[in-house]
């Protein structure tokens, strides 16, 4: 279900590109009317249209995220909120400019801060952040500990580095595609991956109580 959750404003994002590029002329209009003073010389064009209106969407759908958490008193994770800010930013920028550059970057630079959040707790704070998250409900050694965290790290830096080179080698619609499909089909095995590992690793007690 918290997949699903975190998954939902990409699924907007992809919905509402797909929709405005199905009516290029409508998504045009709508965006000058409502986006016109956000936008550099004030119109916006059928080939923009439909990513600044994704753009718009997504970053509308993070902060509604952090809304319903906080309206349900639930605790909004760090991770949340950082990309909540970095949508603002690099999607304010999408905007302004009418280029769909700075929000494709939005998505890298999100996975290599949080592979440089897991680096920098481990090597400089002397913290593993994965165990901190998981450490209540999982008993592991610290050398496997690291090692999930070290399998993270490596995954957000190819994560990043694949997200940008599909971004400037093939067309717009080809990135939208990799990012609701590709991309999130590589972290759901990654994800599937490490619990199969954690599994395997768990304390025989623990196995048979599962």
């Not at 959750?5 to 965006?31: E, M, N, R, T």
């Not at 580095?161 to 971004?167: D, H, M, S």
């Amino acid at each position: 279900m918290k997949f699903l959750f975190d998954l939902l404003p990409v699924i907007f994002f992809y919905g509402a590109f797909k929709y405005s590029k199905a009516h290029s002329d409508w998504a045009a209009q709508l965006a000058t009317d409502w986006l016109g003073f956000m936008v550099s010389g004030g119109v916006v064009g059928p080939q923009e249209a439909p990513t600044i209106l994704a753009t718009v969407v997504v970053v509308i759908a993070i902060a509604l995220q952090v809304v319903w958490l906080k309206a349900r008193k639930e605790p909004v994770p760090k991770v949340l909120l950082v990309g909540l800010a970095l949508a603002v930013v690099f999607g304010g920028l999408t905007i302004w400019f009418h280029s769909p550059t700075f929000i494709k970057w939005k998505f890298s630079i999100f996975y290599w801060l949080l592979s440089a959040a897991l680096l920098l707790g481990q090597l400089v704070w002397k913290r593993n952040l994965l165990k901190t998250m998981l450490g209540g409900e999982l008993e592991l050694p610290t050398p496997l500990w690291n090692r999930l965290n070290a399998a993270w790290i490596v995954f957000f830096v190819a994560m990043g580095l694949l997200n940008i080179y599909v971004a400037y080698n093939y067309s717009e619609d080809a990135w939208f595609n990799f990012k609701m499909f590709i991309s999130t089909a590589l972290m759901f095995l990654f994800m599937l991956g490490q619990g199969v590992f954690i599994w395997r690793h768990l304390p025989h007690e623990s196995k048979q109580g599962s």
